[in-house]
């Protein structure tokens, strides 16, 4: 089978369906011809650290994926702090401390764990996301 391969859609489009492709107006006016061989090549899970792109001349080939941007690497932060704040409020919930403690029934080691626990969460709250990726992430505390 042949195909088309259209870098600025990064997409390979068959040319068995070019009638419906060109009835629907949208056939890549980019498009450069590939074989099956090719198309095999690049549809298959791309080598470690790169993603399918395309060359000068607009066929297709691995390229660097390239890095986060800053906004990229703050909202992943954002996400691994609201996990780790889940995880801990999880973890002291599964625990029954929170409840424990509003009626005084935390006593000794117990109360000493749902403490670090707390200090652990107020740790999270506390980091500024902004400065990603330059994040020291706490220790969960020992359970």
């Given at each position: 089978?042949?195909?088309s391969?259209?870098?600025?859609?990064?997409?390979f489009?068959?040319?068995?369906?070019?009638?419906?492709?060109?009835?629907?107006?949208?056939?890549?006016?980019?498009?450069?011809?590939?074989?099956?061989?090719?198309?095999?090549?690049?549809?298959?899970?791309?080598?470690s650290g790169k993603?399918?792109?395309?060359?000068?001349?607009?066929?297709?080939?691995?390229?660097?994926?390239?890095?986060?941007?800053?906004?990229q690497?703050?909202?992943?932060?954002?996400?691994?702090?609201?996990?780790?704040?889940?995880?801990?409020?999880d973890?002291?919930?599964?625990k029954?401390?929170p409840?424990?403690?509003?009626?005084?029934?935390?006593?000794?080691?117990?109360?000493?764990?749902?403490?670090?626990?707390?200090?652990?969460?107020?740790?999270?709250?506390?980091?500024?996301t902004?400065?990603a990726?330059?994040?020291?992430?706490?220790?969960?505390?020992?359970?």
């Open positions: 089978m042949k195909y391969f259209s870098a600025l859609d990064n997409s489009y068959p040319y068995e369906l070019r009638e419906d492709y060109d009835a629907s107006g949208t056939w890549p006016r980019d498009g450069v011809d590939v074989d099956e061989a090719v198309f095999s090549e690049f549809t298959a899970p791309a080598p993603q399918r792109g395309a060359d000068n001349n607009g066929y297709p080939a691995w390229i660097d994926i390239p890095p986060l941007t800053h906004e690497l703050i909202e992943q932060s954002e996400v691994e702090k609201q996990s780790k704040i889940n995880a801990a409020n973890h002291m919930s599964s029954q401390w409840g424990k403690a509003a009626i005084g029934r935390l006593k000794g080691d117990e109360l000493a764990q749902y403490n670090r626990w707390l200090d652990y969460l107020d740790v999270l709250e506390a980091i500024d902004s400065k990726p330059n994040i020291t992430w706490p220790d969960k505390p020992s359970k």
